[in-house]
């Protein structure tokens, strides 16, 4: 009786472990096909090609002015954005409930 049951104890292990085993073949065939298309997508990174360094020019005399106007908005509309936020959490801490007791 016992040769019986230690067999079948022995058939289940070699079951689990070609389950196993087809899992873990299944899921490298997976990781290779990744791998694959991880390897062609790096060769097309590495076939791109580096863009010529462009210098800064200097404005001229006329545009002088079109400049600061837009260096004086985009400082106000920043000052703008930090007062909003600056009043959204003033807003937000005043609602707070801290007596729930």
């Not at 299944?26 to 863009?51: D, F, H, M």
């Not at 002088?64 to 837009?70: F, M, R, S, V």
Request: proline share 1%; net charge positive; charged share 30%.
């Amino acid at each position: 009786m016992s040769g019986w049951i230690s067999l079948l104890l022995i058939l289940g292990a070699l079951y689990a472990l070609v389950l196993i085993c087809y899992r873990l073949v299944l899921s490298s065939k997976q990781l290779l096909g990744e791998i694959q298309v991880l390897r062609s997508k790096t060769e097309s990174l590495k076939q791109v090609e580096e863009l010529p360094f462009v210098t800064a020019h200097f404005n001229r005399a006329d545009e002088l002015g079109e400049l600061l106007a837009k260096r004086e908005q985009y400082r106000r509309a920043k000052r703008h954005r930090a007062e909003d936020r600056r009043r959204k959490l003033i807003q937000h801490v005043q609602d707070l409930d801290l007596d729930k007791r």
